[in-house]
């Protein structure tokens, strides 16, 4: 059992990032005129030329600028660390709370950070013209983007890259055209932020039935890292964002039925046999050393023993200082006596005596401390012979296999027991201290009982009963109660076997999670989100078309991005077409063949077009049509101008007829 256990452990891979190389800037791409292809993703950028066919950058769309370095000197200044964008960032948890990023939900917002992330694309892409960018940049947006931020997005390539064109498209767009499913296809576009429902008829977006549900992997990994953390509390720092992310991606999958889901793992014989048990990193503890239990034992005891030999050698020393101190105070106390005075005086000098009486004072004080260091010596003699002839007090488990089985469960039996009976007395006397509690009650109803029985109270044996049972010290714990219980403590700590792996006391179980997290898709509302789940949603959508054209999108549901890569996805999106569409109609669920790069792949081919430069806008056109101006093209949001501004004349202050106004002319 523990074999297949061990076997079917998962080992989180803690990835780690490769830094970017910069790319070479050939000749070809130089002069080339050649489209630089953006996906700007919430989650990844991707990034590449459209003449490769694959993206030469791949990215997490973040940025992390470390604290400053304050541990320099005062007189320094405060050294201020380079900014690490994308893969160069290789242990995102140390930097985790100084992440940032340009986007707010799924639209650019923060155009100083974007400016950083295209500063690292162009320099990574070896780019080195001076002072430009000179190639058209195809770029994809969310959809419906607002007028505002991409006018923002047009000024900072036009003005701070000089970019030479620029053309705008929706990435899931692009990814419908890049698979070739016909022009009309209801698109389930399922970011790192949102979910798009976007019905395309015969070519055209109708962009006033689409809907967006605003959920996607980022509230995913967070809620999944919620539902661990509060699951083991032991390991709330060992389940890191990073590692929640990991299990996401490769380990979660959407139920067909959740409910039913549920109902299985509320068997523990299917929980036994489908738990997912991941393992989380871990430090064995080492042993301090590989000496047995009977040779440790040996070794404290000879260390004790140099202890005692050490100690008695200092109390040998401090006598003989002692024994000599007194002799030459003896010695000047007689030359008191013989009349000396003068070496008298001398000597004193170096003992700090200046009578005879300190004289005998400190003969006094060190013939006392002589008779100690005596009776300190005979007594440690007489502990050593006491340690040496004293028996262990060892308990000793009989040989035979089964009888040490006996013993060792019978000790742990007896322990357990004490223990019990000692948590019940400390129980008991915590509750008699307490006022308005049952065993205070029963001791104030004995007092009053026995102040009731008048003198005679004490004749009788059953009284001190009475007694025992109100008396506090009869539940304080007793000193052979301690002793035995030291000593089971003792003989497991010696005779039990060491417990199972360590490694399993840091290991999450998974069951319902796996499905729970990505579950959120269809109920948001686990989260606390109001909104619509995906297929609430999509039925919403369908009721604004025609029987027709609801039987053209449900035969054509196109799933793409990041989040529709769950397993069980198109399977449970059946059924829930199955569901809500009218009896014995089709239905058909299509996948991307590459959900997080189609996007990349069809700008890609759009931007390799001969068409490609007609759909771009170049600089003279941003100058005159403004910034927020689009082309629009099949895979593009639609542009619809901004409304001039409305100008209110009553917040302009009113002019009193009665104001002379003079004019002032200055002689220059």
């Known amino acids: 059992m523990d074999m297949d256990m061990a076997e079917n452990v998962l080992v989180l891979k803690d990835y780690k990032t490769v830094p970017d190389i910069v790319h070479e800037y050939s000749p070809t791409l130089k002069f080339g005129h ?4 953006i996906d700007n993703g919430s989650y990844q950028c991707r990034v590449g030329w459209s003449i490769y066919d694959e993206p030469n950058l791949i990215f997490k769309n973040l940025i992390a600028r470390p604290r400053k370095d304050r541990c320099k000197k005062d007189a320094e200044p405060p050294v201020t660390p380079p900014i690490q964008i994308g893969n160069d960032i290789v242990n995102i948890e140390a930097v985790r709370f100084q992440l940032k ?11 100083e950070a974007q400016e950083q992330v295209f500063d690292y694309i162009f320099s990574h892409l070896g780019i080195d013209s001076d002072g430009s960018v000179p190639h058209p940049v195809a770029l994809t947006e969310a959809f419906v983007t607002p007028n505002y931020c991409r006018q923002l997005m047009s000024e900072l390539l036009f003005e701070g890259y000089g970019v030479p064109g620029v053309s705008y498209g929706v990435d899931s767009l692009f990814s419908m055209y890049k698979n070739d499913i016909g022009d009309t296809a209801l698109i389930v576009n399922c970011g790192y932020h949102t979910i798009h429902i976007i019905p395309v008829i015969r070519g055209q977006v109708i962009e006033e039935h689409a809907r967006r549900i605003n959920l996607g992997g980022s509230e995913m990994i967070y809620y999944l890292h919620k539902l661990l953390q509060l699951k083991y509390p032991v390991h709330v720092n060992a389940i890191t964002m990073s590692r929640v992310e990991e299990i996401l991606q490769e380990h979660c999958t959407i139920a067909l ?4 889901e549920i109902r299985k793992w509320a068997n523990p014989d299917y929980y036994e046999a489908n738990v997912m048990r991941v393992q989380l990193p871990y430090v064995q503890a080492a042993s301090s050393s590989g000496l047995t239990a009977e040779q440790q034992k040996e070794r404290k005891k000879e260390m004790a023993r140099r202890l005692l030999e050490i100690n008695a050698r200092k109390r040998e020393e401090r006598l003989a200082e002692d024994e000599e101190q007194l002799n030459q105070l003896l010695a000047i106390k007689d030359m008191i006596e013989d009349g000396d005075t003068d070496e008298f005086n001398e000597a004193i000098k170096s003992f700090d005596i200046k009578t005879y009486e300190d004289l005998q004072r400190q003969i006094t004080n060190v013939n006392l401390r002589i008779e100690k260091n005596k009776q300190r010596i005979a007594a440690a003699a007489t502990a050593e012979e006491t340690l040496e002839t004293r028996p262990t007090g060892r308990m000793n488990p009989p040989t035979d296999p089964e009888a040490f089985q006996a013993w060792l469960t019978d000790t742990r039996t007896k322990y357990r027991d ?5 948590e019940a007395r ?5 509750a008699m201290v307490k006022r308005r509690t049952a065993a205070a009650a029963e001791r104030m109803r004995v007092i009053s009982r026995l102040a009731a029985a008048g003198d005679d109270f004490g004749n009788q044996d059953s009284d001190w009963d009475a007694y025992k049972s109100i008396s506090r010290e009869a539940d304080s714990d007793s000193e052979a109660d301690g ?14 076997p060491p417990p199972a792996n360590s490694s399993q006391h840091h290991q999450l179980h998974l069951a319902i999670e796996p499905f729970r997290a990505p ?8 989260m606390g989100n109001l909104e619509a789940g995906l297929a609430e949603t999509m039925e919403y ?4 078309f025609s029987p027709e054209d609801q039987l053209l999108l449900a035969n054509n549901v196109f799933l793409t991005g990041g989040c529709s890569q769950f397993p069980g996805l198109k399977e449970r999106l059946e059924r829930e077409l199955l569901e809500m569409r009218p009896f014995q109609s089709t239905h058909k669920v299509v996948m991307a063949s590459n959900p997080s790069l189609d996007a990349w792949y069809g700008a890609r081919d759009f931007a390799g077009s001969n068409e490609f430069e007609n759909w771009c806008i170049s600089k003279e056109e941003y100058y005159e049509m403004g910034g927020e101006y689009l082309k629009e093209h099949y895979a593009s949001n639609k542009y619809y101008k901004s409304p001039a501004p409305i100008v209110d004349n009553t917040l302009a202050p009113s002019v009193d007829a009665n104001v002379v106004k003079e004019e002032i002319v200055v002689d220059c």
């Open 519 to 526: 579950e959120l898709m269809f109920q948001p509302s686990m």
């Open 541 to 544: 959508v369908f009721k604004h």
């Open 418 to 422: 004490l223990v019990a009976r000692r």
């Open 483 to 496: 002793e035995r219980l030291m000593e089971l403590e003792e003989a497991l700590r010696e005779y039990e």
């Open 257 to 260: 039925d959740y409910q039913e």
């Open 426 to 430: 400390r129980a008991r006397r915590a």
């Open 34 to 37: 050649i489209p630089l292809v």
């Open 101 to 111: 990023t340009q986007f707010d939900k799924n639209v650019v917002t923060h155009f």
